[in-house]
């Protein structure tokens, strides 16, 4: 076991040196959710249901690609990794059967990242459950194991799968976040997380599918764990810490009618089915089902479809042959028979619903279940598990806790629960950009005030212009993080997914080169985080393989700040040889308890980033023909992402502002990544209020890093750094390119 690296005073993470530390991470990575061999992205029907036979070996990526992508992250300024990993990695081809050459290789490449100094924290990765219910996480057994069919599900629509979409290049966008509310993840949550209460007949090798599921996903988490331990030189050191569950759901847990859509499922998109119309198309039968669309004020009713599978059931055939796994399934579970006519929720002979409140009350309190409930006890005994089981091994980790998205968190504050070394791990997206894939900087929504009931009418939920919408994302991060303080007590709030979609505007910035909509999103978002005072954050996505025409390879997203198809970013005001793009970082690190406060002195927005910048973007050459894909058109809004706390993005200004309790010694000053994108040693100034500073380019943590160290005394200081402004937002011809580059080496930068 090595020294602890990070821990936990007063809400804040402190280093070994005592010194308050904001994580600036990124989810490392997209590649992570589908098989390295075969390998087989979410568009690739080919061999998709011989799930038994693949592999994750060279996930996230391969051992020698490994410093290219950390030495990458580390320069644009990034010192933490939510390390994204999926349980079909560890147990694929069976229940127990662990893939060791995968643990091996994450060993390999853990190590390799401490080389880097990141912290690393474990993020055990699921989307609706699973590849084969439209996601990513589980391993196919366990959809077999549930009694479900995944070749089936195209047909009863029991979930949309990318891989088995008839035209997969027409899969709609963000389709795939349906597959919540529909049969196969409905089903499967449910028995995760309460299938002792509401599916007592499910007993699969003497177990309640409640307990089979939690006990063997825990249990490969906890081999993991185990691994990395006896690893001996990884624990603390590196990692950190565990998230419990990426994004979990209910299922149907407190559904209070399964024939109608509950008002709190706000999402609804393509064909929109009641549970009720789920359950019956799953079991062969045909409804007519409404269709909804995602237009600018949100969901809408566009009509009205025929589903018809024809007679063709979700779930397993009588007979099926499912000894490959060697589980046993008690003879009370039927195949060939809905799980919930099983259980009298509804009456085959008849299509009649016989129990529409089912789920409504927990069947041993009676108590009526709503999503708070849900979270207070089905979700905290998971979660009790997770914790218990990773400590076994990791006994010092942090727990990032991680309740379901948007959700009130449990009510934890001064019980034993309220763990000193657990972290608030909330999501947030702006989910009008998200699900359009268009930056509209005019209008957007306060979505969570809607969902915490502070507004009468949605309407009143709408913010005008550029200032309203950045203050709205920050004002509803803020609530979401003092829900944290205020149910789980005086813990760092972590935000581990955040971020935006590139392809926007039917990909209009990969025609022209002109990423103005993706700037003034990323930087409207990292406003956000910033003004709210999170701890840190990971954003959402570092992705190896993204590229223009198939984003990150997954259900049509494409999130990743980095692409291969766009120019790689240059790091001084001359771009450097293809050879040349590899260096290090550090964020902030201030003196023990410090308030950090952060100005908001910056007028640049959606509106008028273009107008305003002094000087044009950084973007890619023009061209004479039509706007086509083409494959390098520009530096994917690295302006936006490449350095925030503090940084007014208009005049390249970083400001910090601190109160040390306690002077800098020579030995622990206070350290600021300087990326060398924005702030080119020769060519930016330093103003501080008291004490001494330095820049140096030092050859350290893997890589060639360029930080600011700063030593000060005690009491309240601030440092104002200013460096070169960079183009923006419009694509260039050469002439225009030369002019900048010259301009770059000749400009000197200004001091207030």
């Known amino acids: 076991m090595g020294n602890l690296r990070l821990n936990i005073e007063n809400g804040h993470f402190i280093d070994d040196h005592g010194r308050t530390v904001t994580l600036r991470g990124i989810n490392v990575a997209g590649d992570a959710k589908y098989p390295s061999n075969p390998d087989q992205p979410s568009h690739i029907p080919q061999d998709f249901f011989d799930g038994d036979a693949v592999n994750f070996h060279s996930r996230p990526f391969p051992k020698e690609d490994a410093h290219l992508h950390f030495s990458r992250l580390k320069r644009w300024g990034y010192n933490t990794i939510r390390y994204v990993f999926t349980w079909e990695a560890i147990e694929p081809s069976g229940p127990g059967l662990y893939d060791e050459e995968w643990i091996q290789h994450t060993l390999e490449i853990l190590r ?12 055990p990765h699921q989307d609706v459950w699973s590849r084969f219910s439209g996601g990513s996480g589980a391993p196919m057994w366990t959809l077999y194991a549930c009694g479900l069919n995944p070749q089936s599900f195209a047909a009863t629509e029991a979930a949309l799968v990318h891989n088995t979409y008839p035209e997969p290049e027409k899969f ?33 090798d003497g177990k309640n599918i409640q307990d089979f599921l939690q006990d063997h996903f825990i249990n490969a ?28 759901n209910r299922g149907l847990v407190g559904w209070p009618d399964i024939t109608v859509i509950p008002s709190e499922q706000k999402l609804q998109k ?20 409404d269709t909804w669309d995602f237009g600018g004020m949100g969901p809408y009713k566009s009509g009205r479809v025929l589903v018809d599978p024809q007679g063709e ?4 055939p009588v007979g099926y042959d499912e000894s490959r796994y060697g589980y ?49 006890t089905y979700w905290m005994d998971y979660y009790r598990r997770h914790r ?9 980790a942090i727990l990032f806790a991680q309740p379901p998205v948007l959700e009130i968190p449990p009510s934890i504050k001064g019980t034993k629960d309220d763990d000193p070394k657990m972290v608030y791990a909330p999501h947030y997206y702006d989910g009008v950009t998200l699900m359009t894939k268009k930056w509209n900087r ?14 009468l009418s949605p309407a009143f939920a709408v913010k005008i212009g550029e200032t309203a919408i950045r203050n709205c994302f920050r004002d509803q991060l803020t609530a979401i993080r003092q829900e944290g303080l205020d149910y789980m007590g005086n813990h760092p709030c972590v935000l581990t997914e955040f971020g935006i979609p590139y392809d926007m505007d039917d990909k209009y910035a990969y025609k022209t080169g002109d990423y103005s909509s993706q700037s003034g999103a990323m930087d409207a978002n990292h406003f956000a985080v910033e003004g709210s005072e999170m701890a840190g954050y990971t954003l959402w996505l570092y992705m190896c393989e993204n590229k223009h025409h198939l984003g990150d390879q997954w259900n049509g997203e494409d999130l990743s700040i980095f692409s291969l198809d766009d120019q790689p970013l240059p790091l001084s005001p001359i771009p450097p040889t293809p050879l040349n793009q590899s260096t290090t970082s550090l964020v902030p690190k201030p003196g023990p308890n410090n308030k950090k406060e952060f100005s908001d002195e910056s007028t640049v927005n959606p509106g008028n980033i273009k107008d305003k910048l002094k000087t044009p973007s950084i973007s890619s050459k023009a061209t004479d023909a039509p706007p086509e894909l083409t494959n390098a058109p520009g530096f994917r809004a690295a302006e936006a992402y490449i350095l925030h706390y503090g940084f007014d993005l208009r005049n390249c200004i970083f400001t910090f502002k601190l109160h040390a309790h306690k002077a800098g010694t020579d030995e622990k000053p206070t350290e600021i990544f300087l990326p060398e994108f924005h702030f080119p040693k020769d060519k930016c100034d330093i103003e501080v209020t008291a004490g001494k500073w330095t820049i140096s380019t030092d050859d350290a943590d893997g890589g060639m890093i360029q930080r600011l160290r700063w030593w000060h005394v005690e009491g309240e200081h601030s440092i104002k750094v200013t460096g070169v402004q960079r183009r923006q937002n419009m694509a260039l011809g050469k002439e225009e390119e030369e002019g900048y580059l010259d301009q770059c080496q000749q400009s000197k930068c200004s001091v207030m």
């Open 112 to 123: 390799l990242a401490r080389d880097y100094g990141f912290y690393i924290f474990m993020d």
């Open 172 to 204: 709609p966008k963000m389709i795939w976040s349906t597959n919540y509310t529909r049969l196969a993840c409905q089903t499967i949550f449910t028995f995760f997380f309460a299938g002792r209460d509401f599916a007592p007949k499910c007993i699969i």
């Open 221 to 248: 988490l906890a081999h993991l764990a185990k691994r990395i331990h006896e690893a001996g030189d990884l624990e603390d050191e590196i990692v950190i810490g565990w998230e419990s569950m990426n994004e979990p």
């Open 270 to 289: 393509g064909t929109s089915p009641t549970a009720w119309q789920a359950i019956l198309t799953g079991s062969g039968r045909a409804c007519e089902i």
């Open 313 to 316: 059931s979700a779930w397993l």
């Open 328 to 376: 046993k399934r008690d003879p009370g579970w039927k195949l060939g028979e809905c799980i919930w006519a099983q259980h009298g929720v509804w009456d085959p002979s008849t299509d009649m619903v016989l129990k529409k409140d089912y789920f409504k009350k927990n069947p041993r309190t009676n108590e009526v279940i709503d999503y708070e409930t849900f979270t207070n």
């Open 388 to 396: 218990d089981a990773i400590r076994s091994h990791h006994k010092e």
């Open 442 to 455: 005019y209008w957007n929504v306060d979505v969570f005030g809607i969902l915490r009931g502070r507004y």
